[in-house]
């Protein structure tokens, strides 16, 4: 699915490249729970943005998919705002089986994320203040 073109750029087959970038994500959400819990984990990962798809791979030099999303199984996005699960700039994406919890260095990326994931999903993302 992906063609190694250099290496900082892939392209995939019959799809719109709108945003790469590297980013963190929790390993800990899921449906039932978004709970803190004492196995708080993130992992950085590189994230490729497509008209139809969100994908991940290991980081920008990797050729093998670690999974992706359908844009069109996002039912929510959420923009967090204050410190959560030890981050300061998160964003959740939620699909009917599990939700997904990244996090980025600055709000700039942030809003960056979630504006364009608004304009793909066409979705209105929600915020959510955080205090701990």
Same mark, same amino acid.
Request: charged share 25%.
């Given at each position: =699915?992906? +063609?190694?073109?250099?290496?900082? +750029?892939?392209?995939?087959? +019959?799809?719109?490249?709108?945003?790469?970038?590297? $980013?963190?994500?929790?390993?800990?959400?899921?449906?039932?729970?978004?709970?803190?819990?004492?196995?708080?984990?993130?992992?950085?990962?590189?994230? $490729?943005?497509?008209?139809?798809?969100?994908?991940? @791979?290991?980081?920008? =030099?990797?050729?093998?998919?670690?999974?992706?999303?359908?844009?069109?199984?996002?039912?929510?996005?959420?923009?967090?705002?204050? @410190?959560?699960?030890?981050?300061?700039?998160?964003?959740?994406? /939620?699909?009917?089986?599990?939700? /997904?919890? /990244?996090?980025?260095?600055?709000?700039?990326?942030?809003?960056?994320?979630?504006? @364009? =994931?608004?304009?793909?999903?066409?979705? $209105?993302?929600?915020?959510?203040?955080?205090?701990?």
């Amino acid at each position: =699915m992906l +063609q190694k073109i250099s290496q900082e +750029q892939f392209v995939i087959k +019959q799809q719109t490249v709108l945003k790469l970038g590297g $980013i963190y994500r929790n390993f800990n959400s899921t449906r039932e729970s978004t709970k803190i819990n004492s196995q708080n984990r993130w992992d950085r990962r590189y994230l $490729i943005l497509t008209d139809r798809s969100l994908y991940w @791979l290991e980081d920008k =030099m990797s050729q093998v998919l670690k999974n992706s999303i359908l844009i069109k199984d996002i039912t929510k996005i959420q923009k967090i705002s204050g @410190l959560y699960l030890s981050q300061k700039f998160v964003f959740k994406l /939620y699909t009917q089986d599990k939700n /997904y919890i /990244y996090s980025v260095g600055t709000q700039e990326q942030l809003d960056d994320w979630v504006i @364009l =994931m608004q304009k793909v999903t066409g979705k $209105i993302a929600e915020e959510e203040s955080v205090t701990l």
